[in-house]
C-alpha cells in the first residue's frame, strides 16, 4: 500500500453532496483484466460530453483544477455500492486526499486501504475551504498533514481533523493489514510466550 504522510497540492472544489460510487468510476469501466488505467474513467458521465469530447464547464476539466491531487466535496462522498474501483480510480487519476463533511462507510474504509486519505471535516468548515479555493481559482495549494491530522487552507487557517488511529497508522506507514498484522510480529510472539507460561495446555508440543 502506498504511504501517505502529507501532501500540500492544488485543491479541486466539487461541492455536489451524495456523490456515490456509479458516478466516480462507472460500472462500465470496472469490466478489466487489472486496474492499470482505471482513473480513465473517472467521473466520466460528467467529464465529457455525449459526443466524448471533454465538457469545459466540468471543474476537473479547467486549469488548474485539472493537475488537483486533492478533491473537496459535499456530504456523503462515495455513498452507493462498495465497488473498491472508486478510490483505485482517486487514486490513479493522481488524487491523495478527499475533504468532505461525512462519506460512504466501505468508502471510507477503501481509501485507507488504497492510499487515498478521507478527510472529515465540519460542512461549514469545508465549504469555508472550498470558498477560499476558489477566491484564488486554485492558485494557492491546500496542505494536508496526516502526521499532524490537519488541513491547511489557501490563506492559512489550520483545520484539525481526526482518523481512526490503526487506519493511520497503517497509511502513515505504507501497511495493508497483512503487512500491519507483520509488523506487529514482536508483540505476537511475545505474547505467545507469556500465554505459553499462563495455559501450557492450550498449546501442542513444539507448537
Not at 469530447?53 to 456530504?75: C, E, H, K, M, T
Not at 482517486?90 to 460512504?104: H, T
Not at 488541513?151 to 481526526?162: C, H, I, Q, S
Given at each position: 500500500?502506498?504511504?501517505?504522510?502529507?501532501?500540500?497540492?492544488?485543491?479541486?472544489?466539487?461541492?455536489?453532496?451524495?456523490?456515490?460510487?456509479?458516478?466516480?468510476?462507472?460500472?462500465?469501466?470496472?469490466?478489466?483484466?487489472?486496474?492499470?488505467?482505471?482513473?480513465?474513467?473517472?467521473?466520466?458521465?460528467?467529464?465529457?460530453?455525449?459526443?466524448?469530447?471533454?465538457?469545459?464547464?466540468?471543474?476537473?476539466?479547467?486549469?488548474?483544477?485539472d493537475?488537483?491531487?486533492?478533491?473537496?466535496?459535499?456530504?456523503?462522498?462515495g455513498?452507493?455500492?462498495?465497488r473498491?474501483?472508486?478510490?483505485?480510480?482517486?487514486?490513479?487519476?493522481?488524487?491523495r486526499?478527499?475533504?468532505?463533511?461525512?462519506?460512504?462507510?466501505?468508502?471510507?474504509?477503501?481509501?485507507?486501504?488504497?492510499?487515498?486519505?478521507?478527510?472529515?471535516?465540519?460542512?461549514?468548515?469545508?465549504?469555508?475551504?472550498?470558498?477560499?479555493?476558489?477566491?484564488?481559482?486554485?492558485?494557492?495549494?491546500?496542505?494536508?498533514?496526516l502526521?499532524?491530522?490537519?488541513?491547511?487552507?489557501p490563506?492559512?487557517?489550520?483545520?484539525?481533523?481526526?482518523?481512526?488511529?490503526?487506519?493511520?497508522?497503517?497509511?502513515?506507514?505504507?501497511?495493508?493489514?497483512?503487512?500491519?498484522?507483520?509488523?506487529?510480529?514482536?508483540?505476537?510472539?511475545?505474547?505467545?510466550?507469556?500465554?505459553?507460561?499462563?495455559?501450557?495446555?492450550?498449546?501442542?508440543?513444539?507448537?
Amino acid at each position: 500500500m502506498e504511504q501517505f504522510v502529507r501532501i500540500e497540492a492544488i485543491a479541486a472544489p466539487m461541492m455536489r453532496i451524495n456523490i456515490d460510487t456509479d458516478q466516480i468510476i462507472p460500472a462500465r469501466f470496472l469490466v478489466r483484466t487489472s486496474d492499470d488505467g482505471i482513473g480513465e474513467g473517472l467521473f466520466a458521465d460528467w467529464r465529457r460530453r455525449p459526443d466524448g469530447s471533454p465538457d469545459p464547464g466540468f471543474v476537473l476539466n479547467r486549469p488548474p483544477y485539472d493537475r488537483a491531487a486533492i478533491l473537496i466535496a459535499g456530504r456523503n462522498f462515495g455513498c452507493g455500492s462498495s465497488r473498491e474501483g472508486a478510490p483505485k480510480a482517486l487514486r490513479d487519476r493522481g488524487f491523495r486526499a478527499v475533504i468532505a463533511p461525512s462519506f460512504g462507510g466501505i468508502f471510507f474504509g477503501n481509501s485507507f486501504r488504497n492510499g487515498l486519505l478521507p478527510v472529515v471535516l465540519p460542512e461549514a468548515q469545508v465549504q469555508a475551504l472550498a470558498d477560499e479555493v476558489e477566491r484564488h481559482v486554485g492558485a494557492k495549494p491546500v496542505t494536508v498533514d496526516l502526521g499532524s491530522q490537519t488541513v491547511r487552507t489557501p490563506e492559512g487557517r489550520t483545520l484539525a481533523f481526526e482518523t481512526p488511529p490503526r487506519l493511520r497508522e497503517m497509511l502513515l506507514a505504507g501497511l495493508d493489514e497483512v503487512g500491519y498484522t507483520l509488523s506487529q510480529a514482536p508483540r505476537i510472539d511475545a505474547f505467545r510466550q507469556a500465554d505459553r507460561a499462563r495455559r501450557p495446555w492450550a498449546y501442542r508440543p513444539g507448537g
